[in-house]
């Protein structure tokens, strides 16, 4: 099972960005996926995750400006990020929960990360 994550590079500040995450491979189900940034001189954090049926859930720094969304059939998931701010700056990371079809095991999956840059 792999993750490929792509759509980061540089963008202004008020800007905007669509991240996209798809999944390949072995695949029985794939349950929660979600999306976390790592800083410069910072932990991991949790951006906003999403369950199989479409509930998402943010934190509040990006509330009302990031939207998560996913395409079942594509096994896809996306971060629409607005607005972004210098403080968005970081590595994204897509993650997904996943049940593996050959071996019927269930483990969390990450991306490899994808840049984003918000500077003018």
């Known amino acids: 099972v792999q993750l490929q994550a792509s759509g980061g590079g540089l963008v202004q500040p008020g800007g905007s960005l669509r991240l996209s995450c798809a999944a390949s491979?072995?695949?029985?189900?794939?349950?929660?996926m979600g999306w976390n940034r790592q800083a410069p001189g910072k932990q991991r954090e949790l951006v906003a995750t999403?369950?199989?049926?479409?509930?998402?859930n943010y934190a509040d720094s990006v509330k009302g400006r990031f939207t998560i969304s996913r395409d079942n059939v594509k096994s896809t998931v996306y971060l629409q990020m607005n607005s972004l701010k210098p403080e968005d700056t970081a590595v994204y990371y897509c993650?997904?929960?996943?049940?593996?079809?050959?071996?019927?095991?269930?483990?969390?999956?990450w991306g490899q990360g994808t840049h984003v840059t918000v500077s003018s």
């Open positions: 993650n997904a929960d996943i049940i593996n079809r050959a071996t019927m095991s269930r483990g969390n999956y």
């Open positions: 999403i369950t199989s049926d479409g509930r998402s």
């Open positions: 491979g072995s695949i029985f189900r794939i349950n929660a």
